[in-house]
């Protein structure tokens, strides 16, 4: 009996090279990476602790030898609480975008699971989601619970969780007709077996790509909130507080508003070159 | 195609329904809103006076009940602050802010849709890359920050420019600005790819084959085709009308529904807070039916298909 390969039903992604990456990228994954040191060691990068106030030293300009961003008006250190900011803000942004996959996934899977009614269900709520402004949505749930840090992650990772949901369920509807899915099943494994370690693994690229796309604008999200006052509470304070603080000195004093501009504009960019290379890279099938 | 339009009607309703029950259990459960108006130091026969005043004090199945008759009749509160009617609070704040956002919108049209047809139309030319920066722009900076950058240049640098307020037209320019630009920016960018997509079809090569004038190929074949998704994006900003504003108000200190929104959050004013979201929600389910309505002269797959 002569020995026939089977056909390969998927055929093995090429891996990025890091040869072929162009600058551009290079560039967003060297900041990204950068964002991601100074938020993990806030605590010894800091010059300066994030209240301590240099009285003598009041809207200082940036580029002098002891706060090279400046101070603002009270003597804080710009180059510290930037960093401290940087920290909230990542820490918001990465919470939110885990909930919200969690649960999108989930709901997606459920939703192809079950068919039916469960399905109906899963899908009316993704449009209610997608149809209204979630500023307007986020605003309200915090005009009355008020803002308590654990709250404003929650809420944060309700925004997105429909694309995840729609992805999921769409991808999980077609893998669950492959041989892969029908063989796991005859095998007796379990509903929740074969969607989190069969399936999962298997549309696993396009949720990260979706990923890579939803960070920015959550980032975005809490940097708003946080600007209208109604997001991150002093005496934390996180990249849009800064902004919204700075408007106040923005004549004699703009670089107190202009850093976490800048750096929020910077790791926005960063992500979104990621998510698109990426995207490129894993699934051209996503748009 | 009756069909279709009943199930998008359907929607519709259900959207509407989610939203008040939405607005319903955000409100009533969050905390005794007569304990937060009155403080908890007010005695506690105010405090019964005022739950029997706003029925606080029936069973909440039955506040949900009522609650749905009262929007139905259009009552929608008072606010809790200054005792004025909730809606109409709101409706004097409705020309301000349409004041800034549908001027905004023309800039969006007149500026976005030829934009990312022309770079779509001349790929890889020097526009086209500089429409993909803008869009990419328009994607990453926060509209604050594109405000408030506005300000320093225009009104802090150069003083041409008041820097906030509603006094005169002129301090409507840089809101209007900085909310038409951000758009402007996101509409090139669907638009471009919506023209893109289709360019890539086979029926416009067979149109070429045929030996149509490229002219007319764009105009009779491609644009049919590609406003599909650039009427959804449209009719997204359409309803964005009235709550697209919020922030950029803000910024501005322009006495708009999205002020009004952000004050009566901070002062936890029930009343107010859930007209806004009703009247937001209102605005997006009307403009998305209009949009699938629109659809469906659009589109003649969908006269006779299932809506799915």
New interface residues.
């Given amino acids: 009996m002569a020995d026939i390969p089977l056909p390969r039903t998927r055929v093995a992604r090429k891996l990025p090279l890091i040869g072929d990456i162009s600058p551009f990228v290079a560039l967003a994954i060297a900041w990204v990476v950068a964002m991601l040191v100074v938020a993990l060691f806030a605590d010894w990068l800091a010059p300066y602790g994030l209240t301590r106030m240099d009285l003598r030293n009041r809207l200082a300009l940036p580029g002098n030898a002891e706060h090279w961003l400046g101070t603002d008006e009270l003597g804080r250190d710009v180059l510290s609480r930037l960093i401290f900011s940087v920290r909230i803000s990542l820490l918001i942004a990465f919470g939110a975008t885990a909930i919200s996959a969690v649960l999108g996934t989930t709901l997606g899977f459920l939703a192809a699971h079950f068919r039916g009614f469960v399905e109906q269900i899963v899908l009316?709520?993704a449009?209610?989601q997608a149809?209204?402004?979630f500023?307007?949505?986020a605003?309200?749930?915090?005009?009355?619970?008020g803002n308590a840090l654990p709250l404003l992650v929650c809420l944060i990772g309700l925004y997105g969780w429909e694309r995840y949901a729609r992805i999921a369920r769409g991808l999980a509807i077609a893998a669950s007709a492959q041989g892969y899915a029908a063989a796991i099943r005859q095998l007796g494994a379990t509903p929740a077996r074969i969607y989190f370690r069969h399936i999962l693994p298997n549309i696993a690229s396009t949720l990260i790509v979706s990923m890579t796309l939803v960070f920015?604008e959550v980032i975005?999200l809490e940097?708003?909130l946080s600007?209208?006052?109604?997001g991150v509470q002093p005496p934390m304070s996180s990249l849009?507080n800064m902004?919204?603080y700075g408007?106040e000195y923005?004549?004699r004093a703009?670089w107190i508003?202009l850093a976490p501009?800048v750096t929020?504009?910077c790791t926005?960019?960063a992500v979104?070159v990621i998510g698109d290379w990426l995207r490129d890279r894993l699934d051209p099938t996503l748009? | 195609m009756l069909r279709y339009f009943a199930i998008r009607f359907a929607r519709a309703l259900i959207t509407i329904a989610l939203v008040v029950t939405f607005a319903f259990v955000v409100l009533r459960l969050s905390g005794d809103p007569a304990l937060i108006i009155m403080g908890p130091e007010a005695p506690p026969e105010v405090i019964a006076a005022f739950r029997k005043a706003w029925g606080l004090d029936e069973p909440i199945w039955r506040q949900y009940i009522d609650y749905f008759g009262a929007i139905a009749r259009g009552e929608l509160g008072r606010s809790m602050r200054d005792g004025r009617p909730a809606i109409a609070l709101v409706a004097e704040r409705i020309p301000a802010t349409l004041a800034l956002t549908l001027p905004a919108l023309l800039i969006k049209l007149c500026l976005g849709v030829p934009a990312g047809m022309y770079a779509a139309l001349h790929r890889g030319s020097l526009i086209d890359r500089a429409v993909m920066v803008a869009a990419v722009a328009g994607f990453t900076v926060p509209s604050f920050v594109l405000g408030l950058t506005l300000v320093l240049i225009f009104a802090v640098q150069l003083g041409w420019l008041p820097s906030g307020g509603q006094d005169t037209w002129r301090h409507a320019i840089l809101p209007i600005v900085t909310l038409g630009i951000g758009g402007a920016a996101v509409l090139a960018r669907f638009t471009r790819s919506a023209m893109l997509e289709v360019l890539g079809q086979p029926y416009i090569r067979t149109a070429s084959a045929k030996g149509i004038p490229w002219r007319a190929v764009v105009t009779g074949h491609a644009l049919p085709n590609a406003a599909i998704p650039t009427v959804t994006i449209i009719g997204f900003m359409v309803g964005t009308l009235i709550a697209g504003a919020v922030v950029v108000e803000s910024v501005f200190s322009w006495p708009g529904v999205g002020r009004l929104l952000v004050v009566a959050v901070a002062n936890r004013d029930l009343a107010v807070v859930q007209c806004i979201l009703l009247l937001v929600a209102a605005t997006m389910v009307a403009s998305n039916l209009t949009v699938d309505f629109l659809y469906g002269l659009l589109d003649p797959r969908l006269r006779g298909a299932r809506a799915h």
């Fill in positions: 009316t709520l449009d209610f149809s209204m402004p500023l307007i949505l605003l309200a749930v915090l005009a009355f619970f920015p975005l940097s708003g600007f209208l006052g109604l849009g902004v919204s408007r923005i004549s703009p508003m501009a929020i504009i926005t960019l979104s748009k």
